[in-house]
């Protein structure tokens, strides 16, 4: 069982589309995040939940909203989509709020703009 | 070889050479660190981590070092492998920033 599954793993779309991406973990973790690495392997937090509790929020366009139904899924939806959105989009998952552990992520999911 | 990280440098060296992956971090207050490797179109994944309690830790054929005075991490790979071939990533945690912050990366190529 993949303990951090995320699909789709390609997501090609037209620039003005609204797509989502999903996360979830099977850990039993308790905080979730989302991150965005560009085309030169830089990793940046957009996002965490703790628990179906948003934690951080970084500075990031409000077409972006994560979704957290429950601890164990962390969805990212995306609003009117942009060139410069995309990268790869990683979801990963700690042990608990304070990232003492690490984190396990998933395979991520490359976003295509067209 | 030896590589500086922060700029996605590439470091190439012979199998079975040692390898040193190199991070300078930025916050004096962070008190956990990890390196990760990310290979081509997969998730990064843990390799080993160091709690600023302690200058040295060793796993499979990797060590990390830390340097808390000059705010510095590095990563031995001893006897690299082909299948050690991936970007190398080092991540600091401030505790009370409830995150990871991740550096740029170092790209190990290992030539057989």
């Known amino acids: 069982d993949t303990a951090v599954s995320q699909t789709p793993k390609y997501l090609v779309t037209q620039m003005g589309n609204d797509k989502s991406i999903k996360c979830e973990q099977n850990?039993?973790?308790?905080?979730m995040y989302w991150y965005k690495q560009d085309s030169k392997k830089f990793l940046k937090i957009m996002f965490s939940?703790?628990?179906?509790?948003?934690?951080i929020n970084e500075t990031v366009p409000n077409r972006f909203s994560p979704k957290s139904p429950d601890k164990a899924h962390l969805n990212l939806h995306i609003n009117s989509l942009e060139l410069g959105d995309s990268a790869v989009y990683f979801c990963a998952s700690s042990q608990d709020v304070s990232a003492n552990y690490g984190y396990t992520f998933g395979s991520g999911t490359r976003l295509t703009v067209v | 070889g030896e590589s500086v990280g922060l700029h996605l440098p590439t470091l190439s060296v012979q199998e079975g050479d040692n390898s040193i992956i190199n991070c300078a971090y930025s916050?004096?207050?962070?008190?956990?660190f990890i390196w990760y490797k990310q290979e081509s179109g997969k998730g990064p994944q843990f390799i080993i981590d160091i709690r600023s309690n302690m200058d040295k830790r060793q796993g499979q054929r990797v060590t990390v070092l830390l340097n808390k005075t000059v705010k510095h991490l590095s990563l031995q790979i001893a006897a690299t492998q082909p299948g050690d071939s991936a970007v190398y990533f080092c991540a600091e945690n401030a505790g009370s920033n409830y995150k990871l912050t991740f550096g740029k990366g170092t790209l190990l190529t290992v030539n057989p």
């Open positions: 916050n004096s207050a962070s008190d956990y």
């Open positions: 939940y703790n628990n179906k509790e948003l934690i």
């Open positions: 850990l039993g973790h308790d905080t």
